[in-house]
């Protein structure tokens, strides 16, 4: 019996997302999507954003939080002042039935003062994952996007120095 639902639910998650192949988006405008932040509130990326420069690290699969993080800890140590915002995204109906137990779970494991600067976006995942491309997704999307809403850094290929730098520059 376990091992049949095992079998259901696998095939469902695995039918309801899908797999875009990554393109460089650096000079698009970022699509309008909807999130929620961990505090509850809505946001509509990027119109809610007000700053010369926001940074997203965009997020397609749990494992994605440990590029994150390094980027976190690079922006950190190298006092870059810059807003910056995790995206967890995830695309599917599936994951949308579970989003209160996938919320309480990032909760659980985020200091309460950081909540406002994660963001989830379920509905529109597909939209964004669409948008950059979702192959290695285990890699954070890091846009940089000026004042225009226009993403003037794109990288998706692992946290580097050098990529830090390269943002770094533009800032």
């Not at 509130?41 to 997020?59: C, Q, Y």
């Not at 807003?83 to 995204?89: G, K, L, M």
Request: aromatic share 12%; with cysteine; charged share 20%.
């Amino acid at each position: 019996m376990r091992i049949t639902l095992l079998f259901v639910v696998s095939l469902f998650v695995s039918g309801c997302s899908s797999t875009y192949v990554n393109q460089d988006v650096t000079g698009k405008l970022f699509p309008a999507v909807n999130g929620e932040s961990l505090e509850k509130k809505a946001v509509s990326i990027p119109d809610d954003f007000n700053h010369d420069f926001t940074l997203l690290l965009i997020g397609y699969k749990q494992n994605a939080q440990f590029d994150i993080d390094r980027w976190l800890i690079g922006l950190d140590m190298t006092k870059t002042d810059v807003a910056a915002y995790e995206i967890p995204t995830i695309q599917g109906l599936f994951p949308r039935m579970f989003k209160p137990f996938i919320d309480n779970g990032m909760r659980a494991g985020i200091p309460k003062q950081l909540w406002k600067g994660v963001i989830t976006v379920y509905k529109d995942g597909d939209r964004v994952q669409q948008f950059t491309g979702n192959q290695s997704p285990n890699n954070a999307r890091v846009v940089l996007l000026n004042n225009k809403k226009q993403i003037i850094y794109f990288y998706d290929d692992g946290f580097s120095v050098e990529a830090l730098n390269n943002l770094r520059a533009l800032l």
